[in-house]
């Protein structure tokens, strides 16, 4: 029997345990409503092919957005769980979650918001974005992306069936050795968060190589470095980061995986290992992480600063300089997640400078944002809500950061739930508010139509007073000696401030119903929102420039580009001279065909990871086999592109020209 | 006037040249090898990740055998030779490409072939001969830090090796398509690539493992 199905067997299912089997019935259930569904009003078709097997970076970066979305859900739905466990497990009582289960449930956490909530958030926002901004027609290698979010899915995916069958990690989202050694962790969950991990990771690490590419080498004429905007600058420098620090967490993850599956002695107490070696490593890592989520979360204000309010971004030079700055100083701070190791005093003081050294560049950003706002005519719209509601509570989460950097406060306060409410601060203040202001600012440029002010602003409350409720008392509670990740809270006398935290965290997950209350309802009424223009906020930079949803190649000819804010500048000439560009000498334009490769590619990766994780072996080395089959049947074919024949091209581009000409009227009346 | 006309574009005709050079859109030619590069670069950080444990691992031996009883030096020097030969072959295969020169192409990538498939062999029988002398990558932090680096340095090899022989098959069943050329250009990256991975391996490991 083990040859086959290795150690999978009918225990792996938790037919025992109520809340992960309702959980599984209930999703699959859902799924499959879902699936019958699409089939039933016939989108299938339209699915698969302007979807599923796109290679157009729109509709990559929708896909990745939907995927983070979803996983939000799951992970919110884990955090709830928690702040619910530790609201009611106090004193005498034990809670409704055994330890077992509740570790399970913030490693879960951890790593899918991480991994597959805000990552995919972020990197759907540049496939989505960075080429409209760049004026060109897609990213450099369309069809690996394509493979790229596949990967990504298929990662997100095995971290999800662990519900189902077998378990996941107890070890919290990091995977600290020897804790995730075999002999600590015997049980599947570590090794699904690993080969989890490693697929989707190989995705990122494509991603990366496919955006610095197209930054650098695939831009508009006359897009020279310091007219890109500051989210194509932000992007670089996190896909720069992706580049250098991914691979380390790679070795990491294999080292980890070494040890377990083949004894080795990385990271053991016996045979010479060294547990520490995988702190330094992973930290590596995973301080640059951090910057890989913040800088196009600070991007996204700089783009959402700048067009409500009506000026030029303010120190746009600046804005850069303290872009790479932060970049740079990312990779040299890492140590600050372990003071506590005994370095030494020297060298913690030397990583503690380094640290709070970081807050310099991101302070210059706060200014440049504030000074952006400064004499400008400011709209207070919903992403500007996100954005005043990032800076006040960012600032706060800087500070608390600072403080930590300093290794004799971090001795007191380290692995207690003051650091859980500093994260929790910087990632939901900084990176989660930037991702919901850029969800509204781009959604119209995505579908056509904008999303409803009313139930945005509502959202917008729900995270900002919720998020305050449910981290702000865990200062207090870390300070009063509360440690991380306890499933049972031993001093009565922490019951207000908890229960105070979960109250909190109901009205974040208001928000998240309502996130999707306005979704349906500006679907619905999406006839009396319909962006025609194109430009529905006054926009500064390129993807404004086009039609709103774009035509699949995005632009008829190439935009020309003469100085900063390529679209501002082109629109006011134009609505000074009351007259457009000259009308192009339209040409075919090549397009990159659909494909099904990243499809097949994330099938065998889930196949093979599955096999591995369960330790069937012939299940695994078939997947490999079949992976590389595909990889020399795509590599046979010769490339195809098609052709978008020029009388379409020119009859958009005219009925474009015709409507961007009405809209330049009603501007100029306006001023 | 002028200047705002030619920000719509009324007065000029092509891009202005911004000093840089970005005239648009980089051709194909540039763009993949340019991708392939940033991907060997992100290799290189794998590398230098297995590096930095090798390093801090080394001497963490529990009690087992150290690198000078361990490594030999002739054999290592054979390996070397046989890859940096390879590399040489490699370079002799592109160029006979660029000549759309089918019988020399063919060749050289398959001696290119045939020197990777030495040097792996004799990797494999270094292996082999540690694992039966009770030294394998179980028995200490510090084996398994070498077999991990060489190891995987190995795995390169042979994933360079599946990559030529799929590569002689193309050009053999395609000619010299400008695709596939590109395709040989990225593959001769790889291969050079991986020869400077072994110089720093063979510096690091066996030369200072071997110093008395
Ligand atoms: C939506 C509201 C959220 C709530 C209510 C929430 C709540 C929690 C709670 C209760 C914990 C465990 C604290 C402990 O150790 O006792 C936790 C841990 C964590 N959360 Fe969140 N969280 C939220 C959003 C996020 C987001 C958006 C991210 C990242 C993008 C995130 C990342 C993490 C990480 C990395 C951990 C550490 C897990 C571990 O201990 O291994 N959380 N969160
Ligand atoms: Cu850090």
Known sequence: MSVIFGKLTWDAIPFHEPIPLITSAVVLAAVAAIAVWVWRNGWWPYLRDEYITSTDHKRIGIMYIVLALLMLVRGFADAIMMRLQQSMAIGASQGYLTPEHYNQIFSAHGTIMIFFVAMPFVIGFMNFVVPLQLGVRDVAFPTMNNVSFWLTASGALLINLSLFIGEFARTGWLAFPPLSEKEFSPGVGVDYYLVALQISGVGTVLTSVNFVTTILKIRAPGMSYFRMPVFCWTSLASNLLILAAFPVLTVTLGLLMLDRYLDFHFFTNDGGGNSMLYMNLIWVWGHPEVYILALPAFGIYSEVAATFSGKPLFGYRSMVFATLAICIISFMVWLHHFFTMGAGANINAIFGIASMVIGIPTGVKIYNWLFTMYGGRVRFTVPMHYLIGFMLTFVVGGLTGVLLAIPPVDFVVHNSLFLVAHFHQVIIGGVVFALMAGYTYWFPKAFGFTLDERLGKAVFWCWFIGFHLAFMPSYLLGFYGATRRMQHIPDPSWAPWLHLELFGAVIIGAGIVLTVVQLLYSIKTREQRLDVTGDPWDGRTLEWLTLSPPPHYNFAVLPDVHGEEAYWTRKQTAIKMDQLIKEPDYQPIEMPVSTPVGVICAFFASVCGFAVIWHIWWLAILGLIGAFAVFVWYAWQDEHEHIVPVDEVRTNARERRRIRMEHLHSLSQST | ?212
């Open chain 2, 1 to 212: 006037m002028t200047t705002e006309a030619a920000t719509i574009g009324l007065t000029h005709s092509g891009s202005e040249d911004t000093g840089l050079g970005h005239r648009g859109p980089e051709s194909k030619s540039i763009v993949v090898p340019y991708g392939f590069w940033l991907f060997v670069l992100s290799d290189m950080v794998l590398f230098s990740a297995l590096f930095a444990t090798y390093a801090s691992l080394v001497n963490a031996t529990d009690g087992g055998p150290t690198t000078n009883q361990l490594f030999d030096r002739t054999l290592v020097a054979i390996e070397t030779l046989a890859l940096l030969l390879s590399s040489f072959t490699c370079g002799l295969a592109m160029i006979a490409a660029k000549r759309k020169n089918m019988n020399l192409t063919q060749i050289w990538l398959l001696v290119t072939g045939l020197l990777g498939a030495v040097f792996l062999f004799i990797e494999f029988y270094e292996f082999a001969h540690m694992i039966g002398e009770g030294a394998p990558p179980q028995r200490s932090a510090f084996l398994s830090s070498f077999f991990t680096l060489v190891g995987c340095h190995g795995a390169h090899v042979t994933a360079g090796l599946l990559w030529i022989g799929t590569m002689m098959a193309q050009i053999w069943a395609k000619g010299f398509k400008e695709h596939i050329v590109r395709r040989l250009l990225c593959l001769s990256i790889f291969w050079h690539a991986l020869d400077i991975i072994w110089v720093a391996i063979f510096t690091i490991v066996y030369l200072i493992g071997t110093l008395p």
